[in-house]
């Protein structure tokens, strides 16, 4: 997974979209999130986001290993 801000000027999507691309049409599995308004802080400017993209990937894993995940969010999500 590649989160982006589309105001990252430390690596632009310019760089970073063909780079997407290029996996992508050679077979590998990447899902790329190109976040509007944002730079290359994610963490500290789309907080939501970044804990949206950590669950998706703990649940990738879990389907990939049969394993539970011990984050905080997704066991905030099973007490509900």
């Known amino acids: ?5 589309t105001d990252d000027i430390n690596v632009s999507p310019a760089v970073v979209g ?3 691309e290029a ?12 976040l509007d308004g944002h730079d290359h802080h994610l963490l500290f400017s789309a907080e939501a986001e970044i804990t949206k993209a950590a669950d ?3 649940e990738e ?3 990939k290993n049969g394993a539970t995940s011990n984050s905080p969010q997704t066991e905030k999500k099973a007490k509900q």
Do not use: F, H, T
């Open 1 to 5: 997974i590649v989160l982006e801000g």
């Open 18 to 20: 063909p780079n997407v």
């Open 23 to 34: 996996i992508l049409e050679n077979g590998g599995r990447c899902d790329y999130l190109l």
């Open 56 to 58: 998706l990937i703990a």
């Open 61 to 63: 894993l879990e389907k």
